[in-house]
């Protein structure tokens, strides 16, 4: 029944690697989301797609990057892991048929910079 | 300055004990606010939407209402399933379609 599926559910890389967060979803959202998650901090917006092969900045861009080449995939880039990316991230879909900020997440990929 | 704010940060119930969870916010032009539920190892799960000031939504013994500054989401005599993380998250005209969540409230209902 899993709906919105993260590849990786722990990641252990070293600073400077190259990093991809692989996210699927099978509800044919057209919307997806990456956030990432800290203590004290709340959910913050990396990046979004309201269709293949779009994507707009969220609120904390910088350090990553995305690509959306099919509807039900969107991949998280870091192309230069830092100390400082250590974290929760969370993808999300969402459909304006049922309200665009009803999201659905997946379980998380908790990712560590060492 | 925090745009969504929510308090207790976290908040320890006795099994059938109600209480609140607050959520307040200083955005303005609020197009709806949102409240989702987080497990522990979990992504956060949808719960509710309020969009004018007077809604109230229910389920189960969860209550959400909505004030002009602030929602409420009232747990009645909770259960210890009940225990997880509550967000809550606001869609505002400043910040276009986007949700701004807060740090959200840890709830853990002892039996």
């Known amino acids: 029944d899993v709906k919105v599926t993260q590849s990786s559910r722990y990641l252990v890389k070293r600073t400077g690697e190259k990093v991809f967060l692989e996210c699927v979803q099978d509800?044919?959202?057209?919307?997806m989301f990456w956030y990432r998650q800290d203590p004290g901090l709340g959910l913050r917006l990396i990046y979004f797609?309201?269709?293949?092969?779009?994507?707009e900045k969220g609120d904390i861009p910088e350090g990553y990057s995305v690509s959306r080449e099919k509807k039900e995939r969107f991949s998280l880039i870091l192309e230069s892991a830092s100390t400082n990316q250590t974290s929760m991230y969370l993808c999300?879909?969402?459909?304006?048929?049922?309200?665009?900020?009803?999201?659905?997440f997946g379980a998380g990929s908790r990712l560590t910079v060492l | 300055e925090d745009q969504v704010t929510q308090s207790p940060e976290a908040l320890r119930l006795q099994e059938g004990e109600s209480s609140s969870l607050n959520c307040s916010y200083t955005?303005?032009?609020?197009?709806?606010l949102f409240w989702y539920r987080q497990d522990p190892g979990k992504g956060p799960e949808f719960l509710f939407t309020?969009?004018?000031a007077g809604e109230e939504k229910e389920k189960e013994r969860l209550k959400a209402t909505l004030t002009k500054k602030e929602s409420f989401l009232h747990i009645t005599a909770p259960k210890p399933e009940d225990s997880a993380t509550y967000l809550c998250?606001?869609?505002?005209?400043?910040?276009?379609?986007?949700?701004?969540f807060g740090a959200g409230t840890i709830l853990r209902v002892k039996s």
């Open positions: 999300a879909s969402s459909t304006p048929k049922s309200g665009a900020n009803v999201l659905t």
């Open positions: 509800m044919d959202h057209e919307n």
């Open positions: 797609s309201y269709d293949v092969k779009m994507k």
């Open positions: 955005v303005s032009g609020l197009r709806g």
């Open positions: 309020l969009y004018s």
């Open positions: 998250a606001v869609q505002a005209v400043e910040y276009g379609n986007k949700l701004v």
